[in-house]
C-alpha cells in the first residue's frame, strides 16, 4: 500500500493512493517525517528563483532525517523556467549556473558517489507546423517534434504527406507494429496518424496546457552525463544496471537529474549518452525518466504516451488512478522495496514519483503551472510494517 501526503502552506493531509480515500495520521509515526519537512519547506513555486535552493535544502533534510543509501532528485526548474518565460541570454546563463551549483552544494555536503545527468540543450522556436489543414483532432504530449491525428480524415493522410516540415509519418497500424504495442488501452489511445517534423520545426500546440511555449528541447541524440565514478555508460538503457551494480558495492548514490541545462554548462568532465533508441529520442518527461531509471522503453507504460487522447480520460483498469503509474508492478522502479532506504526529491511533479518509488517520494504538486504544494508518496507497507 502507498499513501499520500499533501502540505498546502501548512495544512496536512493524509489519502490512500489508490482510492484518494481520506486517512487519519493516527498511531503513524513513519509520516511524522513527512509532516516534519514539508512544514519547514514549503514549495516556493515553479518560476520562483529559490525554487533550486529549495530543491537542495529538502534534499539536505531528508537525508538527515532519514539518511538513504539511494538518493534521487530532480531539478526541474530550469527547464520549466526557459519553456514558460521570456530570457535572455544572461539571464538564462544564470538560471543554468545557479541550478548546477545549488546540484553541487548537496554533493559538496553529503557523502553520496554523485551521478549528474542533464535532459539536453534547449531552444528557442524558430519554425512552427502548419496544421490548420487538417481535418481530423491534432493533438501532441510534451514533446514537440511528434504529433497525432485522431479520427483522421482520407484527405488528412494526403495533407500530412505533403506538409512542408514533416520528416516521416505513420499510419496507426504501421506504428502499433514498428513498436510491438499490444495492450487494448494503447491502441486505443494510439492516433490514426503519427507524424514527426524536421528538427527545426516544432509543434506549440501542446494538449490542453494553454500556455505559449518560449523554449522547447533541442532535437539532439546525446546528453551529457557526470560522476566521479569511471565507466560512466554512454547510453540511458544503461544507467539502471550500472546504479544498482554500485550501490551492490556498497556506495551510496545520488542521483541528480537536472533539466534546462545546455551542454556547454556541465562539468568539462561530462561524456555524451546517448538517448535515442528505434527511431524515438527519449527526451524530457515519462520517457526519459523511465529509461534512465528503470531501463524501460515507451511502451512500458502500458500506452504510447506520447498521445493523449482527449476522449479517453483514465484506464479502466487503472490501480492508481491519481498517478502516472499504469500497472500494478510500477515498471520496476529504481526505488521501490530495496534492502536499503531510498528517497526522491524532486519539482518535476506527477512523472518524478512513479520512475522513482522510493519509501519517500517528495515532490512539488503542481500542474501547469498551478501550485498547491509538496506532495509525498509513502512507502506504507515496508515503513509501517502491514
Same mark, same amino acid.
Given at each position: 500500500?502507498?499513501?499520500?501526503?499533501?502540505?498546502?502552506?501548512?495544512?496536512?493531509?493524509? /489519502?490512500?493512493?489508490?482510492? *484518494?480515500?481520506?486517512?487519519?495520521?493516527?498511531?503513524?509515526?513513519?509520516?511524522?517525517?513527512?509532516?516534519?519537512?514539508?512544514?519547514?519547506?514549503?514549495?516556493?513555486?515553479? %518560476?520562483?528563483?529559490?525554487?533550486?535552493?529549495?530543491?537542495?535544502?529538502?534534499?539536505? !533534510?531528508?537525508?538527515?532525517?532519514?539518511?538513504?543509501?539511494?538518493?534521487?532528485?530532480?531539478?526541474?526548474?530550469?527547464?520549466?523556467? =526557459?519553456?514558460?518565460?521570456?530570457?535572455?541570454?544572461?539571464?538564462?546563463?544564470?538560471?543554468? %549556473?545557479?541550478?548546477?551549483?545549488?546540484?553541487? =552544494?548537496?554533493?559538496?555536503?553529503?557523502?553520496?558517489?554523485?551521478?549528474?545527468?542533464?535532459?539536453?540543450?534547449?531552444?528557442?522556436?524558430?519554425?512552427?507546423?502548419?496544421?490548420?489543414?487538417?481535418?481530423?483532432?491534432?493533438?501532441?504530449?510534451?514533446?514537440?517534434?511528434?504529433? *497525432?491525428?485522431?479520427?483522421?480524415?482520407?484527405?488528412?493522410?494526403?495533407?500530412?504527406?505533403?506538409?512542408?516540415?514533416?520528416?516521416?509519418?505513420?499510419?496507426?497500424?504501421? /506504428?502499433?507494429?514498428?513498436?510491438?504495442?499490444?495492450?487494448?488501452?494503447?491502441?486505443?489511445?494510439?492516433?490514426?496518424?503519427?507524424?514527426?517534423?524536421?528538427?527545426?520545426?516544432?509543434?506549440? =500546440?501542446?494538449?490542453?496546457?494553454?500556455?505559449?511555449?518560449?523554449?522547447?528541447?533541442?532535437?539532439?541524440?546525446?546528453?551529457?552525463?557526470? $560522476?566521479?565514478?569511471?565507466?560512466?555508460?554512454?547510453?540511458?538503457?544503461?544507467?539502471? &544496471?550500472?546504479?544498482?551494480?554500485?550501490?551492490?558495492?556498497?556506495?551510496?548514490?545520488?542521483?541528480?537529474?537536472?533539466?534546462?541545462?545546455?551542454?556547454?554548462?556541465?562539468?568539462?568532465? $561530462?561524456?555524451?549518452?546517448?538517448?535515442?533508441?528505434?527511431?524515438?529520442?527519449?527526451? !524530457?518527461?515519462?520517457?526519459?525518466?523511465?529509461?534512465?531509471?528503470?531501463?524501460?522503453?515507451?511502451?512500458?507504460?502500458?500506452?504510447?504516451?506520447?498521445?493523449?487522447?482527449?476522449?479517453?480520460?483514465?484506464?479502466?483498469?487503472? =490501480?492508481?488512478?491519481?498517478?502516472?503509474?499504469?500497472?500494478?508492478?510500477?515498471?520496476?522502479?529504481?526505488? /521501490?522495496?530495496?534492502?536499503?532506504?531510498?528517497?526522491?526529491?524532486?519539482?518535476?511533479?506527477?512523472?518524478?514519483?512513479?520512475?522513482?518509488?522510493?519509501?519517500? $517520494?517528495?515532490?512539488?504538486?503542481?500542474?501547469?503551472?498551478? &501550485?498547491?504544494?509538496?506532495?509525498? /508518496?509513502?512507502? $506504507?507497507?515496508?515503513?509501517?510494517?502491514?
Amino acid at each position: 500500500m502507498y499513501e499520500i501526503m499533501l502540505d498546502v502552506n501548512g495544512w496536512q493531509g493524509l /489519502f490512500d493512493f489508490q482510492t *484518494g480515500e481520506a486517512l487519519s495520521f493516527d498511531n503513524k509515526s513513519y509520516i511524522d517525517l513527512a509532516k516534519r519537512i514539508s512544514n519547514k519547506y514549503p514549495y516556493p513555486g515553479d %518560476l520562483n528563483p529559490n525554487t533550486s535552493a529549495w530543491t537542495t535544502d529538502f534534499a539536505l !533534510e531528508v537525508v538527515r532525517e532519514y539518511d538513504p543509501k539511494l538518493m534521487l532528485i530532480t531539478y526541474a526548474n530550469g527547464a520549466i523556467n =526557459r519553456i514558460n518565460s521570456k530570457l535572455g541570454a544572461v539571464e538564462t546563463k544564470d538560471l543554468e %549556473l545557479d541550478v548546477l551549483s545549488e546540484a553541487f =552544494r548537496f554533493i559538496d555536503k553529503t557523502d553520496y558517489e554523485p551521478i549528474i545527468i542533464s535532459t539536453g540543450n534547449m531552444r528557442k522556436i524558430d519554425k512552427v507546423l502548419n496544421t490548420d489543414d487538417i481535418e481530423g483532432y491534432f493533438n501532441t504530449s510534451s514533446d514537440p517534434y511528434v504529433g *497525432g491525428v485522431f479520427g483522421a480524415t482520407d484527405k488528412d493522410y494526403e495533407t500530412v504527406k505533403n506538409m512542408i516540415g514533416v520528416k516521416s509519418y505513420l499510419t496507426k497500424k504501421e /506504428f502499433l507494429k514498428k513498436y510491438h504495442i499490444f495492450d487494448n488501452y494503447a491502441v486505443e489511445r494510439t492516433p490514426d496518424i503519427i507524424l514527426f517534423t524536421e528538427d527545426d520545426y516544432a509543434l506549440t =500546440r501542446t494538449g490542453n496546457r494553454g500556455t505559449t511555449l518560449e523554449e522547447i528541447p533541442e532535437r539532439k541524440k546525446t546528453v551529457k552525463a557526470y $560522476s566521479r565514478l569511471p565507466d560512466l555508460p554512454n547510453d540511458i538503457f544503461k544507467f539502471r &544496471e550500472f546504479i544498482d551494480l554500485k550501490l551492490s558495492e556498497g556506495k551510496r548514490i545520488a542521483v541528480i537529474i537536472v533539466e534546462g541545462i545546455d551542454d556547454n554548462c556541465m562539468p568539462n568532465e $561530462s561524456i555524451d549518452v546517448n538517448r535515442e533508441k528505434d527511431g524515438i529520442l527519449y527526451a !524530457e518527461g515519462v520517457a526519459f525518466y523511465y529509461a534512465l531509471l528503470n531501463a524501460k522503453e515507451f511502451t512500458s507504460a502500458g500506452m504510447p504516451y506520447i498521445f493523449h487522447n482527449p476522449f479517453i480520460k483514465r484506464r479502466p483498469d487503472a =490501480r492508481y488512478s491519481y498517478s502516472y503509474i499504469k500497472t500494478d508492478n510500477f515498471q520496476d522502479p529504481i526505488g /521501490f522495496n530495496r534492502n536499503f532506504k531510498t528517497a526522491s526529491v524532486g519539482t518535476r511533479s506527477g512523472i518524478f514519483h512513479s520512475a522513482c518509488m522510493c519509501d519517500y $517520494s517528495f515532490e512539488c504538486h503542481c500542474r501547469g503551472l498551478a &501550485e498547491s504544494g509538496v506532495l509525498t /508518496f509513502i512507502n $506504507s507497507e515496508k515503513l509501517g510494517g502491514k
